[in-house]
């Protein structure tokens, strides 16, 4: 019997690969032939042939589309037009019943083709408003699927249902023996883990590295610090482990960790919710983004799922106090976690996506 064939697209970051990651196993399950549409040299290219080395990756030309003004906002567009029409190529070629999109800057030329093409799409936002990728994608798209119930209001009604948070299920498989192995630590200590998104980030790093000595007092401290980031004059101080980036590693740090301290992009703490991990949040400024990650930070806290911290207001002693206060908290904050719908399968993700195919 033919194989029914899906396209998947998004990238980036490492959020608008994931669920794409999750939801790969399931297709191969189901006899889906699984192509993947990225960028030359973003993060998905790593992330996925890394993951699943026998799925055929296919690169396209992809450009930013900026909302502040660029020399390159007048570049970028021959680049996505040169990358719509590549996608159209490799549509025709590959013949998807359905292509499922993530998002991310990459991702609109594939919608774009998608539509021409007369393929069934699919979108997926995690955050509470859409992003500008996705913004310009939603006139293209069959349906729209969002995390948050209050993104419905952005979308049109009539192409737009909330499907929650989806887990990759290996998130559950780690174990604690594992990450604390992984890290040389002892388990007398609780253990802080310490998230700052794949590319890092600055104010995340400084805020654990000035008061690093505070901390070992008190825990055992695996930093994900982001590529180029290791700082070398500490690699070989006890009870403090760096990594650039993990991928097969995370689900056993995840495991071993008591208490996170992390960006808001919206899987990763929803991943963090799934497994019951006390968080403290540090969302990107509205300096450096749209805002999306303050208002699912904002979300949380107000489920009582996790304490913020503004980076703006980000200081040593601030830090201290913000992580002494979900420490205090952590056993009421798990409790409250323990009331929270759980997050859909794979296999529900895949069905409600694979329903929009030809």
């Known amino acids: 019997m033919k194989k029914k064939t899906i396209v998947l697209t998004g990238g980036g970051t490492a959020g608008h690969v994931s669920l794409n990651q999750a939801i790969i196993p399931t297709l191969e399950k189901q006899s889906f032939e699984v192509h993947y549409i990225g960028s030359k040299d973003g993060i998905e290219l790593e992330l996925i042939r890394d993951a699943f080395p026998?799925?055929?990756?296919?690169?396209?030309?992809?450009?930013?589309?900026?909302?502040?003004?660029?020399?390159?906002?007048?570049?970028?567009?021959?680049?996505?037009?040169?990358g719509l029409l590549e996608a159209l190529l490799i549509l025709k070629k590959v013949k998807p019943s359905v292509i499922f999109s993530k998002g991310g800057f990459v991702s609109v030329p594939v919608v774009m083709a998608g539509k021409m093409a007369k393929i069934p799409v699919v979108i997926h936002e995690s955050d509470v408003t859409p992003g500008l990728a996705n913004k310009?994608?939603?006139?293209?798209?069959?349906?729209?699927?969002?995390?948050?119930?209050?993104?419905?209001?952005?979308?049109?009604?009539?192409?737009?249902?909330?499907?929650?948070?989806?887990?990759?299920?290996e998130l559950f498989e780690g174990r604690k023996e594992a990450g604390m192995r992984l890290c040389g630590f002892e388990g007398f200590k609780p253990v802080l883990l310490i998230m700052g998104g794949s590319q890092g980030s600055v104010v995340v790093?400084?805020?654990?590295?000035?008061?690093?000595?505070?901390?070992?007092?008190?825990?055992?401290?695996?930093?994900?610090?982001?590529?180029?980031?290791?700082?070398?004059?500490?690699?070989?101080?006890?009870?403090?482990?760096?990594?650039?980036?993990v991928t097969h590693e995370l689900p056993d740090l995840l495991h071993a960790?008591?208490?996170?301290?992390?960006?808001?992009?919206?899987?990763?703490?929803?991943?963090?919710?799934?497994?019951?991990?006390?968080?403290?949040?540090?969302?990107?400024?509205?300096?450096?983004?749209?805002?999306?990650q303050l208002l699912n930070a904002q979300i949380f806290k107000k489920q009582g799922w996790a304490s913020v911290i503004e980076e703006e207001?980000?200081?040593?002693?601030?830090?201290?106090?913000?992580?002494?206060?979900?420490?205090?908290?952590?056993?009421?904050?798990?409790?409250?976690?323990?009331?929270?719908?759980?997050?859909?399968?794979p296999d529900e993700m895949v069905t409600l996506i694979t329903s929009y195919a030809k």
Do not use: W
């Open 54 to 82: 026998h799925i055929k990756y296919h690169a396209i030309s992809s450009g930013k589309l900026r909302r502040y003004a660029s020399v390159k906002n007048f570049t970028d567009p021959l680049r996505v037009m040169k």
């Open 136 to 169: 310009i994608a939603m006139p293209f798209a069959h349906h729209i699927f969002t995390v948050f119930p209050e993104t419905l209001k952005h979308l049109p009604s009539e192409k737009s249902s909330c499907s929650g948070s989806i887990i990759r299920s």
């Open 205 to 245: 790093n400084e805020a654990i590295r000035s008061n690093l000595p505070r901390l070992l007092e008190k825990y055992d401290v695996i930093h994900l610090c982001g590529k180029g980031k290791v700082d070398e004059t500490l690699k070989n101080m006890k009870g403090y482990q760096q990594f650039e980036y």
């Open 257 to 292: 960790a008591n208490i996170i301290v992390s960006r808001a992009g919206s899987n990763s703490i929803f991943e963090f919710l799934a497994l019951r991990k006390p968080m403290l949040l540090i969302p990107l400024s509205k300096q450096q983004s749209r805002g999306d």
């Open 313 to 345: 207001d980000v200081t040593p002693a601030t830090f201290m106090a913000a992580l002494d206060d979900v420490k205090s908290r952590a056993e009421h904050i798990q409790e409250v976690m323990g009331s929270s719908e759980l997050p859909k399968t």
